[in-house]
């Protein structure tokens, strides 16, 4: 379902992630049903999400993730509702409240400052490895210019030649 709105707005998967703020492998594992997005990415999916039968089911998503219960791999197919002469008949899901809509950004914020500082870590420990490795390649220089200082000039043996 994740990739019929995908391509019903014409984005490839890399360009899905950068808009709801996710990796291409995680576009990927929701589109092969491995996992879903979370409820924050679904709202923004939804915001995107021209009308028609792929926003009815993100719909059905978003109320499954509100009330805690992990959709099923295979989303059972919903039925469009009829169209009239006024057009299509559309049930939108309410707005959250600002207190909902703040409690979201609230978690999300968290997780992402917690993905920050994970990433911060492993920049410093990678900043520790390559200032070692500068060290070692400094020490191996020096090491080089000394061997070469301290051997002896290669002379040409003309001896052979006579």
Do not use: F, Y
Not at 97 to 112: A, G, K, V, Y
Not at 131 to 141: F, M, S
Not at 143 to 148: D, I, K, M, P, W
């Amino acid at each position: 379902m994740i990739r019929r709105v995908r391509q019903r707005l014409g984005l490839s998967q890399e360009a899905l992630a950068r808009s709801l703020n996710a990796t291409k492998a995680a576009v990927q594992h929701w589109e092969r049903g491995r996992n879903s997005p979370d409820l924050a990415r679904l709202l923004a999916l939804r915001r995107l999400c021209p009308e028609g039968q792929e926003q009815i089911q993100l719909d059905a998503l978003i109320r499954q993730a509100e009330a805690g219960v992990t959709p099923p791999a295979v989303a059972a197919p919903v039925r469009v509702p009829p169209t009239s002469r006024n057009g299509p008949h559309h049930t939108s899901l309410p707005s959250p409240s600002p207190e909902e809509s703040l409690s979201l950004l609230q978690r999300e914020n968290d997780r992402l400052q917690q993905k920050v500082m994970r990433l911060e870590t492993i920049v410093q420990k990678r900043d520790v490895q390559v200032r070692i490795l500068e060290g070692l390649a400094e020490d191996l220089q020096r090491e080089l210019v000394n061997l070469r200082a301290t051997r002896p000039p290669r002379r040409a043996d003309h001896s052979d030649q006579i």
